[in-house]
């Protein structure tokens, strides 16, 4: 018999997942390994946000002090952000986001684009630290980083921030039926592990 002709739309199997974590969960440590499990660009608007400072673009004019102070650089700056690099040269079909959407606001733009090309995220990865947890884990990162936002202040005002505007979104991603909790606590390859065997569970389609 003859094989059979399947054809695969244009971005059919390609991951698109977001973390939803507080600070300190350990997204920025797991999500570069996971995208690049997955063949998919990793993007993290703190990264890129700091780049934009470094540079001192007018964005990056804008968001220095704000992020400095562990308060949310505002929604439409983000989202103009992060749709330029998504869609420009040309659009992405898949990736791992970090840091976005933070708020309600941006998680209805996003749904939006995204419905709008044919492409809404596939898993939102929250991963669950305790509380304690995070403070000690910053603690250990303070001691050798260069971010103004990592002293134990300005941590915690971040945590709040997390807990008003951006915890809402678990509920948010539970209802739309996309939310997948992963213990976040553990060895860095225990937490890798995990993420892995729960995206290699999805349905890419
Ligand atoms: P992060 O590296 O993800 O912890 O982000 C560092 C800082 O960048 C945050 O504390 C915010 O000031 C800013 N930031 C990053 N992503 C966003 C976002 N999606 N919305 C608003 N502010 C953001």
């Given at each position: 018999m003859a094989p059979?002709?399947?054809?695969?739309?244009?971005?059919?199997?390609?991951?698109?997942?977001?973390?939803?974590?507080?600070?300190?969960?350990?997204?920025?440590?797991?999500?570069?390994?996971l995208a690049e499990?997955?063949?998919?660009?990793?993007?993290?608007?703190?990264?890129?946000?700091?780049?934009?400072?470094?540079?001192?673009?007018?964005?990056?004019?804008?968001?220095?002090?704000?992020?400095?102070?562990?308060?949310?650089?505002?929604?439409?700056?983000?989202?103009?952000?992060?749709?330029?690099?998504?869609?420009?040269?040309?659009?992405?079909?898949?990736?791992?986001?970090?840091?976005?959407?933070?708020?309600?606001?941006?998680?209805?733009?996003?749904?939006?684009?995204?419905?709008?090309?044919?492409?809404?995220?596939?898993?939102?990865?929250?991963?669950?630290?305790?509380?304690?947890?995070?403070?000690?884990?910053?603690?250990?990162?303070?001691?050798?980083?260069?971010?103004?936002?990592?002293?134990?202040?300005?941590?915690?005002?971040?945590?709040?921030?997390?807990?008003?505007?951006?915890?809402?979104?678990?509920?948010?991603?539970?209802?739309?039926?996309?939310?997948?909790?992963?213990?976040?606590?553990?060895?860095?390859?225990?937490?890798?592990?995990?993420?892995?065997?729960?995206?290699?569970?999805l349905d890419l389609?």
């Amino acid at each position: 018999m003859a094989p059979r002709e399947i054809s695969i739309p244009p971005g059919a199997h390609v991951l698109r997942a977001l973390f939803l974590a507080p600070p300190g969960a350990g997204k920025g440590t797991q999500g570069p390994g996971l995208a690049e499990a997955y063949e998919v660009p990793y993007i993290a608007t703190g990264d890129m946000l700091r780049a934009h400072v470094v540079e001192g673009t007018p964005l990056g004019l804008a968001a220095k002090s704000i992020m400095a102070e562990g308060e949310l650089v505002g929604d439409e700056l983000i989202i103009e952000m992060v749709l330029e690099r998504i869609t420009k040269p040309t659009r992405l079909t898949g990736f791992v986001l970090d840091g976005f959407p933070r708020t309600i606001a941006q998680a209805e733009a996003a749904y939006s684009w995204g419905q709008a090309v044919g492409s809404t995220f596939h898993a939102v990865l929250s991963l669950d630290v305790p509380e304690d947890e995070l403070i000690r884990r910053v603690e250990e990162r303070g001691k050798d980083s260069a971010r103004a936002d990592d002293d134990i202040a300005t941590f915690k005002h971040r945590l709040e921030i997390y807990q008003d505007e951006t915890r809402p979104l678990i509920e948010y991603y539970r209802e739309r039926q996309i939310l997948i909790e992963v213990d976040g606590t553990g060895g860095v390859d225990d937490v890798a592990a995990r993420l892995r065997t729960a995206v290699d569970a999805l349905d890419l389609t």
